[in-house]
């Protein structure tokens, strides 16, 4: 099968916070620039919702998706899965997974680079241009700094969403949480929601509906531009969602049950002892025990402001301590507005958007002229 294709764009990610927060808002700003066939090749992920395929075939631009095993075999074929060869003329972006595949798959195809990243530094001679937020501007900025909320000023809940994540098995074990949590909350005249992950597959979403009373709980499905615009107060669990709530400056509180931590994912050692035949759960029950002493913060803006901007509560948790601690912040207008503020503030600025699209400009037309 023959290319016409003149320059393609390969953007290695993996998990659904980078592809929300900086896969997409750079799909979008390329589309509207440059001439190419933009290809996602997905990396292996611990964090991964398995439904990352599905969401990124609906976002426009994107041309083409490759599962882990198909960016695997990418290495060797060079050519897509439909047997489409790759332009001869690329770039590859590195926008999360490891630095590692993304500087092989460039060294393979002959293509220039890109990378942005939070923190890995490792072969960052290797890449034409090296973009780390603290330096160039946080991607996330860029792509949530402009979300208008449609709900009440802020300070004042009238509406509330509980945000479950995009992994199943969280979301599996924080449904029936949220909906004894809901129950006592019903009465206090907040609009009650459920914000439903696009990572989340039919399979769990359907049995989701077997665990919440609809009488309680509206569902509300979508990306988190849809849900944070919809809502006074996002109660949330750790991630990339507390930073872009905050970036939104959308109020959030944060809860971390600790109830069953053998389903929590953890990396490094701890995630891999949990591995372990027979004695892994329980070796990982006791890793969770240290990591919760030894974790000063959990959402994103307390961890960078190294203080507590965002309300946190942590531990084996019980549905009505839960509700009393959302019923208390909620009513305190004057500590939502403090915290909305700060969190907004200490997220930084963006602006390394731009910088991606000039950086993808530039080496396009370097290529043009020497090929």
Known sequence: MTNNVTLDIVITTNGPGEIVSWVEPVVAELRQYINARIIVALLPCRFASGNEKVYLESIQGISSVLTPAETMKLFNSKKLPDST???LRGIVIFLGGDLLWAYLLKKRLGYRSI??????????????YFFLRENDGDLMVDAFKSIKS???PIGTVKRITFFAGSRPNHFKLLIPFYNDIGKLLVNEGFQLFIGLSPFINDQAAAMMDSQLDRSVFTVLKGNPVDIFSNTDLLVTIPGTNTAQAAIAGIPLCVIIP??????I?????????GNIPFLGKYLKKAAVVILE???KFFSIPSMKAKKTIVPELVGRLVPVDVANFILQYAKD??????????AKCIMGAGGVLEKIRKAVTALNDLQRRTT
């Open 85 to 87: 060869p790759m332009a």
């Open 115 to 128: 990378a942005y990243t939070e923190g890995q530094t490792n072969f960052r001679n290797k890449f034409d």
């Open 150 to 152: 449609a709900a009440a």
């Open 258 to 263: 600790l109830n069953n931590p053998e389903e």
């Open 265 to 273: 994912p953890l990396e490094g050692i701890f995630g891999l002892i």
């Open 293 to 295: 002493k030894k974790i």
């Open 333 to 342: 207008q004057n500590a939502i507005r403090k915290s909305v503020e700060d």
